[in-house]
């Protein structure tokens, strides 16, 4: 039986500690990270997607204006990850209300592919656990996918609560998907500096 997914890509932060630059609009690859982790996202063929902007809206969006996705604002940005959660769910309600799993992603890990994303819907059908997210640097964190069950906790967390916390709460409902190139998280210049020079 196919999964139908809503993908939620969080994208709204305002890259600080990257001067100028949006970390959304890095290029790795001939394609800004935005771009690629959408249409890794598209590639999956599950179900909706919804990239949720905020800081820097106006700069970014024109990368996406051309693919099949929803694109919402999040003007509480700032709060923390917990609204941007909030938006992308309301929109994929909006958009399709009998999803069974929801994925989410964050665009700043470079190194994140479609084989990747198509492992964890895998193990998913598999284990049949309600939490299967990707473990790193001994943590278990995005990209994560959750069960349609587990939507009304995510719609309850607030302030700069994430999904990691909220696997934290579940563990013995979570199968870990071993990752360690989700550690590449380019959260600075010296992080984007840093991974360009290797790869």
Request: glycine content about 8%; overall charge neutral; some cysteine.
């Amino acid at each position: 039986m196919i999964l139908t997914i809503g993908t939620i890509i969080l994208a709204a932060g305002d890259s600080s500690r990257m001067g100028r630059q949006p970390k959304q609009l890095i290029t790795y690859k001939g394609q800004t990270l935005i771009r690629r982790m959408t249409e890794s996202a598209l590639a999956l063929q599950r179900g909706p997607v919804v990239v949720v902007l905020g800081a820097n809206r106006d700069q970014i969006a024109p990368e996406l204006a051309d693919l099949p996705i929803t694109l919402v604002d999040n003007a509480a940005w700032g709060t923390g990850q917990a609204s941007s959660l909030r938006t992308g769910l309301a929109a994929l309600y909006i958009t399709k209300k009998d999803i069974e799993a929801v994925l989410i992603l964050h665009v700043d890990q470079p190194l994140v592919s479609v084989g990747l994303l198509q492992h964890l819907l895998l193990v998913r059908r598999e284990t049949g656990k309600g939490i299967v997210a990707c473990r790193y640097d001994t943590q278990l964190s995005v990209p994560a996918l959750f069960s349609r069950d587990y939507i009304p906790e995510l719609l309850a967390m607030t302030g700069d609560r994430s999904v990691k916390w909220l696997i934290a709460q579940h563990r013995t409902d979570c199968t870990p998907v071993p990752f360690e190139a989700g550690a590449i998280d380019l959260d600075s210049k010296r992080d984007v500096e840093e991974f360009l020079s290797v790869v």
